[in-house]
Protein backbone atom coordinates (compact mmCIF):
# COMPACT_ATOMS: atom_id res chain seq x y z
CA UNK A 1 0.00 0.00 0.00
CA UNK A 2 1.62 3.50 -1.22
CA UNK A 3 -0.86 5.22 0.64
CA UNK A 4 -2.29 7.20 -2.11
CA UNK A 5 -5.78 8.65 -1.54
CA UNK A 6 -7.81 10.02 -4.47
CA UNK A 7 -10.83 12.28 -3.69
CA UNK A 8 -13.60 12.53 -4.55
CA UNK A 9 -13.72 8.66 -5.99
CA UNK A 10 -17.13 9.60 -7.89
CA UNK A 11 -18.49 12.97 -9.29
CA UNK A 12 -21.02 13.84 -11.91
CA UNK A 13 -20.71 17.64 -13.07
CA UNK A 14 -22.65 19.51 -15.89
CA UNK A 15 -20.60 20.82 -19.21
CA UNK A 16 -18.89 24.08 -18.61
CA UNK A 17 -18.68 23.66 -14.44
CA UNK A 18 -15.37 23.81 -13.08
CA UNK A 19 -13.98 20.28 -11.33
CA UNK A 20 -11.21 19.73 -9.20
CA UNK A 21 -9.68 16.07 -8.44
CA UNK A 22 -7.58 15.65 -5.58
CA UNK A 23 -4.43 12.75 -5.00
CA UNK A 24 -3.21 12.53 -1.53
CA UNK A 25 -0.01 10.33 -0.31
CA UNK A 26 1.40 10.05 2.65
CA UNK A 27 4.86 8.92 1.88
CA UNK A 28 6.68 11.71 0.51
CA UNK A 29 7.22 10.59 -3.01
CA UNK A 30 8.86 13.15 -5.08
CA UNK A 31 6.75 11.94 -8.35
CA UNK A 32 2.99 12.28 -8.63
CA UNK A 33 0.94 11.91 -12.12
CA UNK A 34 -2.44 11.99 -13.17
CA UNK A 35 -3.50 9.63 -15.93
CA UNK A 36 -6.89 9.25 -17.37
CA UNK A 37 -8.22 5.85 -18.19
CA UNK A 38 -10.46 5.57 -21.36
CA UNK A 39 -11.66 2.21 -23.50
CA UNK A 40 -9.19 1.46 -26.43
CA UNK A 41 -6.92 4.09 -25.18
CA UNK A 42 -5.20 2.24 -22.22
CA UNK A 43 -3.80 5.14 -19.69
CA UNK A 44 -2.67 8.20 -20.69
CA UNK A 45 -0.86 10.48 -19.10
CA UNK A 46 -2.52 14.02 -18.60
CA UNK A 47 0.39 15.90 -16.26
CA UNK A 48 2.76 14.65 -13.84
CA UNK A 49 5.02 16.62 -11.26
CA UNK A 50 8.47 16.10 -10.40
CA UNK A 51 8.86 18.05 -6.97
CA UNK A 52 6.69 21.02 -4.93
CA UNK A 53 5.88 23.75 -7.72
CA UNK A 54 7.34 21.69 -10.33
CA UNK A 55 4.67 20.35 -12.93
CA UNK A 56 4.97 19.48 -16.97
CA UNK A 57 2.58 18.52 -19.15
CA UNK A 58 1.87 14.60 -20.72
CA UNK A 59 0.53 13.36 -24.02
CA UNK A 60 -3.71 14.76 -22.93
CA UNK A 61 -2.72 17.91 -21.35
CA UNK A 62 -5.39 20.26 -23.17
CA UNK A 63 -8.00 21.24 -21.01
CA UNK A 64 -6.62 20.60 -17.63
CA UNK A 65 -3.90 21.99 -15.10
CA UNK A 66 -2.38 20.99 -12.35
CA UNK A 67 -1.07 22.46 -9.03
CA UNK A 68 1.25 20.76 -6.33
CA UNK A 69 1.94 23.24 -3.50
CA UNK A 70 2.52 20.37 -0.83
CA UNK A 71 4.55 17.72 -1.37
CA UNK A 72 1.43 15.27 -0.35
CA UNK A 73 -0.83 16.55 -2.66
CA UNK A 74 -1.49 17.12 -6.62
CA UNK A 75 -3.93 18.47 -7.66
CA UNK A 76 -6.18 18.21 -10.84
CA UNK A 77 -8.53 20.80 -12.46
CA UNK A 78 -10.71 21.08 -15.12
CA UNK A 79 -11.40 24.88 -15.61
CA UNK A 80 -14.58 24.00 -17.67
CA UNK A 81 -15.79 20.90 -17.92
CA UNK A 82 -16.57 18.93 -21.04
CA UNK A 83 -18.11 15.59 -22.32
CA UNK A 84 -14.97 14.04 -23.97
CA UNK A 85 -13.52 14.53 -20.32
CA UNK A 86 -15.87 11.84 -18.95
CA UNK A 87 -13.35 9.23 -17.86
CA UNK A 88 -11.74 7.40 -14.81
CA UNK A 89 -8.80 9.66 -13.30
CA UNK A 90 -5.60 7.36 -11.71
CA UNK A 91 -3.11 9.42 -9.44
CA UNK A 92 0.14 7.66 -9.58
CA UNK A 93 3.54 8.25 -7.62
CA UNK A 94 7.18 6.87 -8.29
CA UNK A 95 10.81 7.72 -7.06
CA UNK A 96 13.26 9.10 -8.70
CA UNK A 97 15.10 6.69 -10.91
CA UNK A 98 12.24 4.11 -10.46
CA UNK A 99 9.90 4.27 -12.93
CA UNK A 100 7.65 1.56 -11.21
CA UNK A 101 4.16 3.59 -10.40
CA UNK A 102 2.08 2.94 -7.70
CA UNK A 103 -1.48 3.60 -8.69
CA UNK A 104 -4.12 5.39 -6.42
CA UNK A 105 -8.00 4.00 -6.49
CA UNK A 106 -8.99 6.31 -9.32
CA UNK A 107 -12.04 8.73 -9.80
CA UNK A 108 -14.57 8.00 -12.14
CA UNK A 109 -15.79 11.90 -13.64
CA UNK A 110 -18.98 11.93 -15.45
CA UNK A 111 -19.81 15.08 -17.69
CA UNK A 112 -23.51 15.32 -18.55
CA UNK B 1 7.34 8.72 -30.22
CA UNK B 2 7.09 5.78 -28.34
CA UNK B 3 4.47 3.49 -27.99
CA UNK B 4 2.97 -0.20 -26.97
CA UNK B 5 0.57 -2.14 -28.71
CA UNK B 6 -1.24 -4.89 -26.87
CA UNK B 7 -3.30 -8.01 -28.19
CA UNK B 8 -6.96 -6.95 -28.83
CA UNK B 9 -9.27 -8.06 -26.21
CA UNK B 10 -11.48 -9.07 -24.93
CA UNK B 11 -9.84 -12.83 -24.29
CA UNK B 12 -11.71 -15.51 -22.25
CA UNK B 13 -10.34 -18.54 -21.19
CA UNK B 14 -11.36 -21.31 -19.25
CA UNK B 15 -9.22 -22.28 -16.11
CA UNK B 16 -6.28 -24.33 -16.22
CA UNK B 17 -5.63 -23.32 -19.57
CA UNK B 18 -2.49 -21.50 -21.34
CA UNK B 19 -2.47 -17.75 -21.09
CA UNK B 20 -0.82 -15.45 -23.79
CA UNK B 21 -0.91 -11.38 -24.04
CA UNK B 22 0.91 -10.45 -27.00
CA UNK B 23 2.74 -7.37 -26.64
CA UNK B 24 5.18 -5.11 -29.05
CA UNK B 25 7.13 -2.03 -28.47
CA UNK B 26 8.37 0.97 -30.53
CA UNK B 27 11.13 2.81 -28.73
CA UNK B 28 14.32 4.36 -29.26
CA UNK B 29 17.21 3.14 -26.74
CA UNK B 30 16.75 0.70 -24.50
CA UNK B 31 13.79 0.75 -22.41
CA UNK B 32 12.32 -0.85 -19.22
CA UNK B 33 9.23 -2.59 -19.78
CA UNK B 34 6.76 -3.86 -17.67
CA UNK B 35 3.22 -5.47 -17.10
CA UNK B 36 0.47 -4.35 -14.77
CA UNK B 37 -2.75 -5.83 -13.69
CA UNK B 38 -6.01 -3.58 -13.06
CA UNK B 39 -8.60 -6.15 -10.99
CA UNK B 40 -12.39 -4.81 -11.19
CA UNK B 41 -13.05 -1.39 -9.26
CA UNK B 42 -9.13 -1.03 -8.77
CA UNK B 43 -6.41 0.53 -9.40
CA UNK B 44 -3.22 -0.50 -11.41
CA UNK B 45 -1.10 -2.84 -9.95
CA UNK B 46 2.77 -3.62 -11.00
CA UNK B 47 2.92 -7.05 -11.75
CA UNK B 48 6.19 -7.92 -13.55
CA UNK B 49 9.14 -6.05 -14.97
CA UNK B 50 12.43 -5.90 -16.99
CA UNK B 51 15.10 -3.80 -17.64
CA UNK B 52 17.15 -5.10 -20.13
CA UNK B 53 16.73 -7.49 -23.29
CA UNK B 54 16.67 -11.24 -22.38
CA UNK B 55 15.72 -10.33 -19.29
CA UNK B 56 12.27 -12.25 -17.77
CA UNK B 57 9.78 -10.77 -15.32
CA UNK B 58 7.84 -13.70 -12.89
CA UNK B 59 5.21 -12.82 -10.96
CA UNK B 60 2.24 -14.93 -9.57
CA UNK B 61 3.00 -17.65 -11.89
CA UNK B 62 3.16 -15.06 -15.05
CA UNK B 63 6.31 -14.62 -17.09
CA UNK B 64 7.12 -12.53 -19.79
CA UNK B 65 10.74 -12.03 -21.58
CA UNK B 66 12.36 -8.75 -22.72
CA UNK B 67 13.08 -9.44 -26.59
CA UNK B 68 14.86 -6.36 -28.50
CA UNK B 69 15.20 -8.48 -31.67
CA UNK B 70 11.36 -8.57 -31.84
CA UNK B 71 10.84 -5.64 -29.68
CA UNK B 72 8.67 -7.73 -27.34
CA UNK B 73 6.88 -8.50 -23.92
CA UNK B 74 4.37 -11.00 -24.20
CA UNK B 75 2.62 -12.03 -20.97
CA UNK B 76 2.70 -15.76 -20.34
CA UNK B 77 1.34 -17.88 -17.68
CA UNK B 78 0.97 -21.56 -17.85
CA UNK B 79 -2.49 -22.55 -15.71
CA UNK B 80 -5.12 -19.11 -15.29
CA UNK B 81 -7.13 -19.54 -12.27
CA UNK B 82 -10.41 -17.47 -12.21
CA UNK B 83 -8.73 -15.39 -9.77
CA UNK B 84 -6.78 -13.73 -12.99
CA UNK B 85 -9.72 -12.41 -14.37
CA UNK B 86 -8.41 -8.56 -14.63
CA UNK B 87 -7.32 -6.36 -17.20
CA UNK B 88 -3.85 -6.44 -18.11
CA UNK B 89 -1.43 -3.35 -19.05
CA UNK B 90 1.69 -3.58 -20.90
CA UNK B 91 4.06 -0.43 -20.50
CA UNK B 92 7.32 0.96 -21.33
CA UNK B 93 9.57 3.80 -19.84
CA UNK B 94 12.15 5.09 -22.03
CA UNK B 95 15.72 5.08 -20.81
CA UNK B 96 15.69 8.47 -18.31
CA UNK B 97 12.57 8.83 -18.65
CA UNK B 98 10.41 9.03 -15.50
CA UNK B 99 7.06 8.60 -17.34
CA UNK B 100 5.60 5.35 -18.51
CA UNK B 101 3.40 4.79 -21.56
CA UNK B 102 0.87 2.41 -21.76
CA UNK B 103 -0.78 -0.11 -24.61
CA UNK B 104 -4.23 -0.12 -24.77
CA UNK B 105 -5.28 -2.93 -22.13
CA UNK B 106 -6.16 -6.34 -22.22
CA UNK B 107 -8.96 -7.99 -20.88
CA UNK B 108 -9.07 -11.49 -19.14
CA UNK B 109 -11.86 -13.62 -18.08
CA UNK B 110 -11.74 -17.17 -16.97
CA UNK B 111 -13.94 -18.98 -16.78
CA UNK B 112 -14.70 -22.15 -14.39
Known amino acids: DAGITQSPRHKVTETGTPVTLRCHQTENHRYMYWYRQDPGHGLRLIHYSYGVKDTDKGEVSDGYSVSRSKTEDFLLTLESATSSQTSVYFCAISEPRDTRLYFGPGTRLTVT | GDSVTQMEGPVTLSEEAFLTINCTYTATGYPSLFWYVQYPGEGLQLLLKATKADDKGSNKGFEATYRKETTSFHLEKGSVQVSDSAVYFC???????????FGQGTRLTINP
Open chain 2, 91 to 101: ALSSQGAQKLV
